[in-house]
Nanobody
């Protein structure tokens, strides 16, 4: 059974930065895509971006392009979400997820989420 555990959330002022981590364990995720999602209070969960574990190619939703960057460290089985120039509207619980690369199946693995709060 695979497991994803996020960490690194917290409170930061607008314009600041945070780096979230997603530690993967329990199975091999080398052929998976790793995604980041977020859910703000009263809103649906939204896709933020994703990275292919094998080739490192990443893509993002327009609202975070140029501010957020996803990377992975295969030696540590960890995926990162670097968030810069944070805005109050980035406040949300952030989740990482995994599914087979190239698949359109539902994201089958989810972490428990980590809270990010951006104050104005």
């Amino acid at each position: 059974q695979g497991q994803l555990v996020e960490s690194g959330g917290g409170m930061v002022q607008a314009g600041g930065s945070l780096r979230l981590s997603c530690a993967a364990s329990g199975r091999t995720f080398s052929s998976y895509a790793m995604g980041w999602f977020r859910q703000a209070p009263g809103k649906e969960r939204e896709f933020v971006g994703a990275i292919g574990w094998s080739d490192g190619s990443a893509f993002y939703v327009d609202s975070v392009k140029g501010r957020f960057a996803i990377s992975r460290d295969s030696a540590k089985n960890t995926v990162y979400l670097q968030m810069n120039s944070l805005k109050p509207e980035d406040t949300a619980v952030y989740y990482c997820a995994a599914r087979p690369a190239g698949s359109y199946d539902p994201w089958g693995y989810w972490g428990q989420g980590t809270q990010v709060t951006v104050s104005s």
